[in-house]
């Protein structure tokens, strides 16, 4: 080492003989400061750097989280000794989110980051959508609030008959406060009874905010909703529905009947004059066991009168059923029911009444099974109507329709036998030999049955394959018995 010279050691002064004081160089010193300028997607960074004496680059990191993402631009510090204060613009924000940031300054001798600090950008305002309130027949109040989050927010109120609105009121402003306000708007000339749809919406540089969709109805006739049917018993049960008076005084009822004709109702009642839904209920009495009944709800006011939709109940008791109600001479079908205590053991009586006589008759006493069901074989020979009774309640009457049992073959060329079987004679009767063309089944012969309500017959066919088939008309099978179909011959000539 000379005497006289200067010697650099980093963090020291030297004083060397013949020489003087030298000043030595360090890393760089980096302080954050605070965010200025907020807004929804920019804000400006401050800190300060000291170069330590060393020609010094700075940047600021940021990012949602510690772990940053994004720097500013690398600009330089000097290399004095002095603090020097920075500040760079942060673009690209999301607004109303947290954000991390620091300040790095970094020389030869070595790179400093400053401490973590957090801001949250400006968030758009918050629109809350109130309630409608004095509401007539053609306007109404719409209320709301608005937080405007510190920034200068102006709002309106869109409304109409659909969510697509279509109308809106005049904008206001709602200040830059940060804190939520109450707001509110009068619309008119709106269509009387009719349903409308409602939001608040608020606006500022951050953005836009759209309450909920709310709705209110205009005074006009009473809505009405047909409820379901509770209590259903063998000869009662309660009707139930809601309404909406639409802020005139209305007057409820229902309407019951076994048809859309209904002929029954209940007392008139009334249901006030507000503009919430309400439900409402009443008892019916003297039902038929085990019958279908329509029913709805109905309410008027002095606009104009409501009528809810048409449902049905069945009451309770023994149940009676069949899968067809139709069946061909000769063959059997089963009658099905259930009692209501759905118990096994219970005694079931079953009536027939055939056609043409005086009144039903007992054929059968069958006991439930399992869950209460019965059921009972039958043999109809002619139209005959069913009934099931227990405990003293009778059900709906069942009718099942028969057919003539006709038989159709072959019995020799061009010959055929055909026999009509029924509960009676059909001796005399004519019978229709058909057979399927393009257009459908066509009648190509018609004879009439002998005394045994048969025929043998012979008929003249084209070449080729034809489809055959017998038919007897409901008019020639005569009361009491449906028209009478034969299988289908394949006959080829």
Do not use: C
């Not at 009121?169 to 409602?198: D, E, F």
């Amino acid at each position: 080492m000379r005497i006289g010279a200067t010697v650099l050691l980093s963090g020291l002064l030297l004083l060397f003989p013949g020489g003087g004081i030298a000043a030595t160089t360090a890393a760089p010193t980096a302080i954050t400061g605070p965010v200025t300028s907020i807004g929804p997607t920019t804000a400006t960074a401050t800190g300060t750097v000291n170069p330590g004496g060393q020609a010094t680059n700075w940047y600021f990191e940021y990012g949602t989280s510690t772990s940053y993402g994004t720097q500013t631009a690398t600009k330089s510090a000097g290399s004095g000794t002095t603090n020097v204060q920075v500040s760079a613009a942060l673009a690209g924000l999301a607004p109303g989110t947290p954000y991390h940031y620091r300040l790095v300054a970094a020389n030869a001798a070595g790179t400093r980051r400053g401490a973590d600090g957090i801001f949250t950008t400006a968030a758009a305002p918050v629109a809350v959508t109130g309630s409608a309130r004095s509401v007539t027949t053609t306007s109404a109040t719409l209320t709301g609030t608005v937080d405007p989050n510190g920034r200068a927010t102006t709002w309106y109120v869109e409304y109409g008959t659909s969510t697509g609105y279509g109308s809106r009121t005049a904008t206001r402003s709602a200040g830059s406060g940060t804190t939520a306000r109450n707001v509110s708007t009068s619309v008119s000339s709106l269509i009387p009874g009719r349903l409308y749809h409602y939001r608040l919406v608020s606006t500022s540089d951050a953005g836009t905010s759209r309450g909920a969709d709310r709705t209110f109805s205009t005074a006009g006739p009473p809505l009405v909703r047909t409820g379901t049917a509770l209590e259903i018993g063998p000869t009662t049960a309660r009707l139930t529905g809601s309404l909406n008076p639409q802020g005139r005084r209305t007057t409820w009822y229902f309407e019951y009947g076994t048809t859309t004709r209904y002929g029954s109702r209940t007392p008139n009642r009334t249901a006030g004059s507000g503009f919430g839904d309400l439900t409402v209920t009443a008892p019916v009495s003297r039902l038929r066991t085990a019958a279908l009944y329509h029913y709805r709800l109905v309410a008027r006011n002095n606009v104009g009168t409501t009528r809810g939709a048409d449902l049905t109940l069945t009451t309770t008791g023994v149940t009676l059923a069949a899968r067809v109600r139709r069946v061909v001479f000769g063959r059997a079908l089963m009658l099905s029911g259930a009692v209501p205590t759905r118990r096994p053991g219970e005694s079931v009586t079953v009536f027939a009444q055939r056609f043409g006589t005086g009144s039903p008759l007992a054929v059968a006493t069958v006991f439930t099974g399992d869950g209460g069901v019965w059921r009972y074989l039958a043999r109809p020979t002619i139209r005959t109507s069913y009934l099931a009774s227990w405990n003293g309640v009778t059900s709906r009457e069942l009718v099942i329709g028969v057919r003539p049992r006709v038989v159709f073959r072959r019995v020799g060329l061009a010959r055929f036998r055909t026999r009509v079987l029924g509960a009676r004679s059909f001796a005399g009767r004519k019978i229709k030999l058909q057979r399927l063309t393009s257009v459908g089944w066509v009648t190509v012969k018609r004879v009439r049955l002998n005394r045994r309500s048969a025929k043998t017959f012979r008929v003249q066919l084209r070449r080729g394959r034809s489809r055959l088939r017998i038919v007897m008309s409901v008019n020639q099978a005569g009361a009491g018995y449906l028209a009478g179909i034969s299988r289908t011959i394949v006959y080829r000539r």
